[in-house]
């Protein structure tokens, strides 16, 4: 999950639900690095064995964010500014506060479903489905992809 943080800093929370994971999450943690206003945080999870975690960034509520993950769902509320977030398998979902504030939206799945409800913007493709559009105004770029599993935005905030 991605979510405004209150005081408008940068934190991390991995939230283990299993006693071996509480354990082993600081190690998750391959880089933390924080540069003026930007940041990157690369984390490295289980890929075998049965585990039971929930993962929280939380950014300041303006931030650009540029997010890539293999497997798992994947939610992004609250947040205004530039998004480009990848996800290889699983559920994408986005909750952006004004829709007008973006400028080019592009959306895609190769196997799933895109729900573009937050710009009224129907999804074209059978197997694949995507949208893409280009509005007059607004500061921000959306862009929103998942190999396989749904992808959508729709109007709200955190």
């Known amino acids: 999950q991605v979510k405004p943080a209150d005081d408008g800093k940068l ?4 939230t ?10 600081p190690h998750w943690v391959r880089e933390f690095a924080v540069n003026g206003s930007q940041a990157k945080i690369a984390l490295e999870m289980p890929k075998h064995g049965n585990h039971n975690f929930d993962v929280t960034l939380f950014v300041p509520k303006r931030s650009d964010l540029r997010l890539n993950l293999d497997v798992g769902d994947l939610s992004i509320e609250g947040i205004t500014g530039n998004a480009d977030a990848e996800l290889g398998i699983g559920d994408l979902h986005m909750r952006v506060p004004d829709p007008h504030a973006y400028r080019a939206v592009a959306m895609s799945v190769h196997i799933g479903d895109v729900d573009a409800s937050a710009f009224n913007l129907e999804p074209s493709g059978f197997l694949g489905k995507s949208v893409h559009h280009d509005f ?8 929103l992809h998942t190999g396989i599993g749904d992808v959508s935005c729709v109007v709200g905030s955190a």
């Not at 934190?11 to 991995?14: E, P, T």
């Not at 283990?16 to 999450?25: F, G, I, L, N, Y």
């Open 136 to 143: 007059n105004s607004g500061n921000y770029r959306l862009k």
């Open 16 to 25: 283990s639900h299993k006693e071996e994971d509480a354990a082993a999450a």
């Open 11 to 14: 934190r991390l929370v991995i």
